[in-house]
């Protein structure tokens, strides 16, 4: 079992629907959370923090759950520019980075 | 201002080989990672430095993956007889102190073996 598992993809949706992407993470001792994005042959590049409280930022909204070691992204009002692959990433104590293998998101017209 | 830099963009070499990847921080940033990135995979950790000292290898698949930053800056990964399941985009990453700093990522360089 990977230590970030995200949902299959594609997903595919219309213009201006909302997804919901999940990421769940198997070392309890995790500190920190992220969702990163990467266009295709492109370097990943961050979109936010995720913090146990949720964050929202404009049409992204992210959630931690520790409890269930949960991680979900929430796109709002999606737009063309908004196809990507969407990176659930995790940091251990100390400096190591995991990330999942993502979920690719194409968004039609 | 300049972002995270890496050469060569494409690297081709055959097995067997030795081969050197560079990577240019952001100027400033103590942290730097290397991560190695399979098709339809997410980026794999390799290793971490902080300033000159690797504060993390254990990414490093064997003993024929090496890396340095002798000056804190300017990174260098080193494989040693390369292998065709060595064939990957490598990426570099830096970000201003390690920990929850936003991690700059670099082009990448992709290797391939043949």
């Known amino acids: 079992r990977k230590e970030v598992e995200q949902d299959p993809g594609p997903f595919n949706v219309p213009e201006g629907a909302t997804v919901a992407f999940n990421c769940t993470y198997s070392?309890?001792?995790?500190?920190?959370f992220f969702w990163y994005r990467q266009d295709c042959r492109k370097e990943p590049k961050l979109l936010m923090s995720?913090?146990?409280s949720g964050n929202e930022d404009g049409r992204f909204t992210a959630q931690l759950n520790r409890a269930s070691q949960y991680i979900s992204l929430l796109i709002r009002d999606s737009k063309l520019s908004d196809s990507a692959t969407y990176l659930c990433?995790?940091?251990?104590?100390?400096?190591?980075?995991?990330f999942g293998a993502g979920t690719r998101l194409f968004v039609k017209a | 201002g300049a972002g995270v830099s890496q050469t060569p963009s494409n690297k081709v070499t055959e097995k067997g080989k030795y081969v050197e990847l560079r990577c240019d921080p952001i100027?400033?940033?103590?942290?730097l990672y290397w991560y190695r990135q399979s098709l339809g995979q997410g980026p794999e950790f390799l290793i971490y430095?902080?300033?000159?000292?690797?504060?993390?290898d254990s990414g490093l698949p064997n003993d024929r993956f090496f890396a340095v930053r002798p000056e804190g800056s300017v990174s260098t990964l080193k494989i040693q007889r390369t292998e065709r399941g060595d064939s990957a985009v490598y990426l570099c990453a830096s970000s201003l102190k390690g920990g929850d700093n936003e991690q700059f990522f670099g082009p990448g360089t992709r290797l391939t073996v043949l």
């Open positions: 100027s400033g940033h103590t942290a």
């Open positions: 995720v913090y146990s």
């Open positions: 070392n309890s001792a995790s500190q920190s």
């Open positions: 990433v995790v940091r251990r104590p100390g400096f190591k980075t995991i």
């Open positions: 430095f902080q300033g000159t000292g690797a504060a993390d």
